[in-house]
């Protein structure tokens, strides 16, 4: 983008003048300037600067200052910055190459085969509000790196081995039969909707019938949620397919030529001799009764996706498996070339808020908010927005009545209503017969402050999309909007759009306001919410 190019000029222009390059520049970057800055960006490397070159910062902000004047009008000031001015045509140039889908591609990210695996409930119950949580971080994710360039493939991985699928079929053959689940099964009610729907015959079923059938129906109602909530998977993975393929066998096998497998009290460790001085059960590959652990077919499942060529790793989980983090990365580190391929981001929880009470949840007890309930209460946007609009490693309280609001007191209609109130402008134009994608002549069009602060935040949006990546969390691109928005409400207020005694003013607003118009939806989109024309 225009942005990123300019930044990219300056850059050099930098490195040329004080004979630096690499890493002595890594700090350069055009940043936005506070409120109170008559500037349209700032430069802060300065001051980073100063112990390297052993000069002043505002000596060298100075001499910076005169190396960029060729691009753009820059001064310096105390304590050690650059403000920059941009040129108007560089401002509509920028505007206009937003309407390319490609404006934002990184020669950094197109390099990336980014494999994004998130969610991944326990096919045990219905989807709830961490997974909801969870959904829209790496929903938004995906879409925030696809639109950088990477190529992101997206997956849910099922556990449909092991214990916990067993006891969810026992749960369900109890409750065919009439007879409460058996201790630490699972209570909720959505077992007794399923086991009133099953066929007679189900009383000569198996044990691992009545799983795989819990197993096929809950994974449809997952399927279900996750299409209602606007996620698209390209991959559902089952772990059975894993065990199939003897990915297990495989991965310990690879351990072993590692030389980071050991065998200690019949049972098969992760780990040199050293780590396991001090460790616990938590290490453990196969257990001394010759049955795998979680831990080994994670390793396996990981190794696969290595295998299908992808550079990049990134697991999305809930807070309860915080601790098991360190030692997935260090056993993923060593199969697939080095930590930095795998990387693991942690959601916390989330609580809902009716009125002033919190509600209390317990997903095993079946006292919980099933996250279709709240779908259904407040719509996808909301849900995607207000998850979307804290970082995932702070907790978070879901406001269901604020969340419900048709006011500019609930963010996402704030932002959304933002779209429609220009596709109503539009609108209006074309009745009064205004041609709204009339050409103008902008060599002729004096920019004032408050279209400038509009046209400027519009370039901002490549900024707020790479701290999403950067922070792997769209909260940036949330409270980008919100402002965005703002800008918005103060522009129109204070300034007459379409103006028929005016024509080259109306043909500039309309194309400024179509350019907001199109970085509201396509933020949005990032989101997956919505940008409605009409509200």
Known sequence: MKLSILEAGLKSRAAAAFSLEGEALSSFHLAAPPPHIDSDASIAWPIAGAKLLKKPPLKIAEELAAALAAECSAQAVPPGFVNVKFRDAFLFEALKELEDPACFERPEYKAEKINLEFVSANPTGPMHLASGRGATLGDSLARIYRALGAAVSTEFYVNNVGKQVELLGASLKARFKGDEPPENGYQGG?????????????????????????????????????????????????????????????????????????????AVWFGAATELESDDKDRVLVKADGRNTYFLNDIAYHLDKFSRGFTRLIDIWGADHHGYVPRMEAAVGVLGGGRGKF??????????????????????????????????????????????????????????????????????????YVHARIASIFANAAEKGV?????????????????????????WLEKALLDCARDSSPHHLTTYLTELAAGFHSFYDRNKVL??????????????????????ARGLGFLGVSAPERM
């Open 190 to 266: 959505y077992l007794k909707d399923m086991a009133a729907a099953l066929p007679e015959d189900a009383a000569g079923w198996t044990d691992a019938r009545f799983s795989e059938y819990a197993v096929t129906e809950m994974l449809k109602l997952h399927r279900a949620d996750m299409k209602a909530f606007g996620v698209e998977f390209d991959r559902w993975f089952l772990e059975s397919e894993l065990h199939v393929a003897g990915g297990p066998a495989k991965a310990l096998a690879a351990l072993k030529e590692r030389g980071m497998v050991l065998e200690k009290d019949g």
């Open 343 to 416: 990387k693991v981001l942690i959601h916390q929880q989330v609580a809902l808020k009716r009125g002033e009470e919190l509600v209390k949840m317990s997903k095993r007890a079946g006292d919980f908010i099933p996250l279709k309930e709240l779908v259904d209460e407040v719509g996808a946007d909301a849900c995607r927005f207000f998850f979307a609009a804290r970082g995932p490693h702070t907790h978070l309280t879901f406001d269901v009545d604020l969340a419900k609001k048709k006011s500019n007191d609930n963010p996402v209609f704030y932002v959304q």
């Open 435 to 459: 041609d709204p994608a009339a050409g103008f002549d902008q060599a002729g069009i004096v920019i004032n402050a408050d279209e400038r602060a509009l046209m400027l935040k519009l370039l």
């Open 499 to 520: 103006d028929p005694q005016n024509k080259e003013t109306t043909a500039y607003r309309l194309f400024l306001l179509k350019a907001v118009q199109r970085v509201i």
